[in-house]
């Protein structure tokens, strides 16, 4: 008996879900607001517990054509310019785990994921469709939109092929995975908006022939300084680098967006502190920049408090996904992760359903459930140790000397996350 899954939302974790509940043999129905697909300028950490996934589901070729595989972590104090500890990864990482830490362009991650989806035949692409409620029976739910714009199932273009007002479609369930200010989660947990941090990241990506050779990376730096971090590391086979600079403080305007223009001279004041090798970098960028395109892009950060229990990710024929169900804060680097592996999870829970001809133990609301359960714990944890981390990341005072002289006693052990790395989702 063919099922049918209804998606939310075009992202990375939209795609993911889409490609893994595709493979677990559902029909799948994608509903994406904006008129085209695409992704951000922005960088991507991912863990081998991630890479794993991404591999199960066939795509070590594409992943191999795209991303960096950076060959260590060094963690840098921001202001004095030392080595507070160093994480190996390359061959490491891949003897250990059992797959490679990868870094990569979002909007490559992005296209390699919609490539997978496109080459599904039991898949439809819906654009220019904005959810705006469903409805849950208890026998199907049903997913409300604008408009929709439908690609045909195997195209191999994401333009929409045909388009028609769509208003009501029905499947027997409905993942939302529809972000940060997801609409499905608002109407199924109605637990308000987003909390904002705080926080601003600064982010920029450039070719690294635009940067002097001695601000060139080939592996993941980390500088931590009171009340900021830096992170850069390489994407795109390692010919860029991607910047992120995260400060306190606040932005006016949409903080639905994560691409706001950004004054390259507030940056330089919030970096004034720092060493001298960080203020080039961030200088050389700025002037990389305006000769590549806009340097800075600004994002507020929001999140959500840990989750607390397998209710808030599914109830009845939906459940959430990624940043709709558990958003984090940066400082783990495991947002677009969590989301992969929610989707892994998600198409073991569906292939259930198939394989069980629905007996009443393998039911569609209670297969989410168990998703739910499945799920919760791991991510409420990887929240809380984001938000642990941003605080560890932005000490100041005895909570710094005491970072600092921890990292280098131990900075490897503290540094690696078996816990985190050596987790093997379900993958079919």
Same mark, same amino acid.
């Given at each position: 008996?063919?099922?049918?899954?209804?998606?939310?939302?075009?992202?990375?974790?939209?795609?993911?879900?889409?490609?893994?509940?595709?493979?677990?043999?559902?029909? %799948?129905?994608? &509903?994406?607001?904006?008129?085209?697909?695409?992704?951000?300028?922005?960088?991507?950490?991912?863990?081998?517990?991630?890479?794993? %996934?991404?591999?199960? *589901?066939?795509?070590?070729?594409?992943?191999?054509?795209?991303?960096?595989?950076?060959?260590?972590?060094?963690?840098?104090?921001?202001?004095?310019?030392?080595?507070?500890?160093?994480?190996?990864?390359?061959?490491?990482?891949?003897?250990?785990?059992?797959? =490679?830490?990868?870094?990569?362009?979002?909007?490559?991650?992005?296209?390699?994921?919609?490539?997978?989806?496109?080459?599904?035949? @039991?898949?439809?692409?819906?654009? @220019?469709?904005?959810?705006?409620?469903?409805?849950?029976?208890?026998?199907?739910?049903?997913?409300?939109?604008?408009?929709?714009?439908?690609?045909? !199932?195997?195209?191999?273009?994401?333009? !929409?092929?045909?388009?028609?007002?769509?208003? +009501?479609?029905?499947?027997?369930?409905?993942?939302?995975?529809?972000?940060? *200010?997801?609409?499905?989660?608002?109407?199924?947990?109605?637990?308000?908006? =987003?909390?904002?941090?705080?926080?601003?990241?600064?982010?920029?990506?450039? !070719?690294?022939?635009?940067?002097?050779?001695?601000?060139?990376?080939?592996?993941?730096?980390?500088?931590?300084?009171?009340?900021?971090?830096?992170?850069?590391?390489?994407?795109?086979?390692?010919? *860029?680098?991607? %910047?992120?600079?995260?400060?306190?403080?606040?932005?006016?305007?949409?903080?639905?967006? *994560?691409?706001?223009?950004? @004054?390259?001279?507030?940056?330089?004041?919030?970096?004034? =502190?720092?060493?001298?090798? #960080?203020?080039?970098?961030?200088?050389?960028?700025?002037?990389?920049?305006?000769?590549?395109?806009?340097?800075?892009?600004?994002?507020?950060?929001?999140?959500? =408090?840990?989750?607390?229990?397998?209710?808030?990710?599914?109830?009845?024929?939906?459940?959430?996904?990624?940043?709709?169900?558990?958003?984090?804060?940066? &400082?783990?680097?495991?947002?677009?992760?969590?989301?992969? +592996?929610?989707?892994?999870?998600?198409?073991?829970?569906?292939?259930?359903?198939?394989?069980?001809?629905?007996?009443?133990?393998?039911?569609?609301?209670?297969?989410?459930?168990? &998703?739910?359960? @499945?799920?919760?714990?791991?991510?409420?944890?990887?929240?809380?140790?984001?938000?642990?981390?941003?605080?560890?990341?932005?000490?100041?005072?005895?909570?710094?000397?005491?970072?600092?002289?921890?990292?280098? #006693?131990?900075?490897?052990?503290?540094?690696? #996350?078996?816990?985190?790395?050596?987790?093997?989702?379900?993958? #079919?």
């Amino acid at each position: 008996m063919t099922r049918q899954a209804l998606i939310a939302g075009g992202g990375i974790g939209g795609l993911a879900a889409a490609l893994s509940a595709s493979r677990a043999g559902w029909d %799948v129905r994608l &509903y994406e607001r904006a008129p085209a697909f695409s992704e951000a300028g922005a960088g991507v950490q991912l863990g081998p517990n991630v890479v794993k %996934v991404l591999h199960g *589901w066939g795509l070590q070729d594409a992943l191999a054509r795209v991303a960096a595989f950076p060959h260590r972590l060094q963690v840098r104090d921001a202001v004095s310019g030392r080595e507070l500890g160093v994480l190996p990864l390359g061959a490491l990482a891949l003897q250990k785990y059992g797959a =490679p830490y990868a870094t990569i362009h979002r909007a490559d991650l992005h296209a390699a994921l919609l490539q997978a989806v496109q080459s599904r035949d @039991n898949v439809w692409l819906s654009l @220019n469709s904005a959810v705006s409620a469903y409805a849950d029976s208890g026998r199907e739910v049903t997913l409300r939109t604008e408009a929709a714009a439908v690609a045909a !199932p195997g195209s191999a273009s994401p333009r !929409p092929v045909e388009s028609a007002p769509l208003l +009501e479609v029905e499947g027997d369930a409905l993942i939302g995975a529809d972000g940060l *200010w997801s609409r499905v989660r608002q109407q199924m947990l109605n637990d308000g908006p =987003p909390r904002v941090t705080g926080h601003l990241a600064y982010r920029a990506m450039l !070719p690294q022939t635009s940067l002097p050779a001695r601000l060139r990376s080939q592996q993941v730096t980390v500088w931590l300084g009171p009340k900021l971090h830096v992170v850069h590391y390489p994407v795109r086979g390692g010919e *860029w680098l991607n %910047v992120v600079v995260i400060v306190q403080g606040k932005v006016a305007g949409d903080l639905q967006s *994560w691409d706001h223009n950004a @004054n390259a001279g507030d940056l330089q004041h919030a970096i004034r =502190p720092t060493t001298g090798l #960080l203020r080039d970098l961030i200088q050389a960028v700025t002037d990389g920049g305006h000769r590549n395109g806009p340097s800075w892009r600004l994002w507020p950060l929001c999140d959500r =408090p840990p989750m607390t229990s397998a209710h808030q990710q599914a109830k009845g024929r939906v459940a959430l996904l990624g940043d709709a169900a558990h958003p984090m804060r940066p &400082y783990l680097a495991q947002g677009a992760g969590m989301a992969i +592996e929610d989707a892994a999870e998600l198409g073991a829970a569906l292939a259930q359903a198939l394989a069980q001809a629905l007996a009443p133990a393998f039911d569609v609301p209670t297969l989410l459930r168990r &998703y739910a359960l @499945n799920r919760w714990q791991r991510n409420a944890r990887v929240q809380a140790r984001s938000l642990r981390n941003g605080r560890i990341f932005h000490a100041e005072g005895p909570l710094r000397w005491a970072r600092d002289a921890s990292m280098k #006693l131990l900075g490897e052990k503290l540094l690696d #996350l078996p816990w985190l790395y050596g987790a093997t989702p379900r993958t #079919l």
